[in-house]
Nanobody, 116 residues
Framework: QVQLVESGGGLVQPGGSLRLSCAAS????????MSWYRQAPGKERELVAY????????DYAESVKGRFTISRDNAKNTVYLQMNSLKPEDTAVYFC?????????WGQGTQVTVSS
């Protein structure tokens, strides 16, 4: 059974940083495309960033480019999202997604709140 467990969310002031982690189990992590999504209240879930299997190729939503960095450690079956220069509009529930063989798997999400 595939499990994705996010952690690292919380309350942070504008301009601050957070590092999200997503630990995966039950799948061949090194072969999975890993992504971070977020969903703000009243809004649709949106793609934030993704990283290919080897970690050599990444892409980001325009709204987070230059501030967020996605990375992965295949030895630890974990994907990370380093978030810097956080803004109030980054407030959302952040979800980890694994895609393997065309099948998506989702974590339960972690809340990120950016507020003074």
């Amino acid at each position: 059974q595939v499990q994705l467990v996010e952690s690292g969310g919380g309350l942070v002031q504008p301009g601050g940083s957070l590092r999200l982690s997503c630990a995966a189990s039950g799948l061949t992590f090194s072969s999975a495309l890993m992504s971070w999504y977020r969903q703000a209240p009243g809004k649709e879930r949106e793609l934030v960033a993704y990283i290919f299997t080897s970690g050599g190729s990444t892409d980001y939503a325009e709204s987070v480019k230059g501030r967020f960095t996605i990375s992965r450690d295949n030895a630890k079956n974990t994907v990370y999202l380093q978030m810097n220069s956080l803004k109030p509009e980054d407030t959302a529930v952040y979800f980890c997604k694994a895609s393997r063989g065309g099948t998506p798997y989702w974590g339960q999400g972690t809340q990120v709140t950016v507020s003074s």
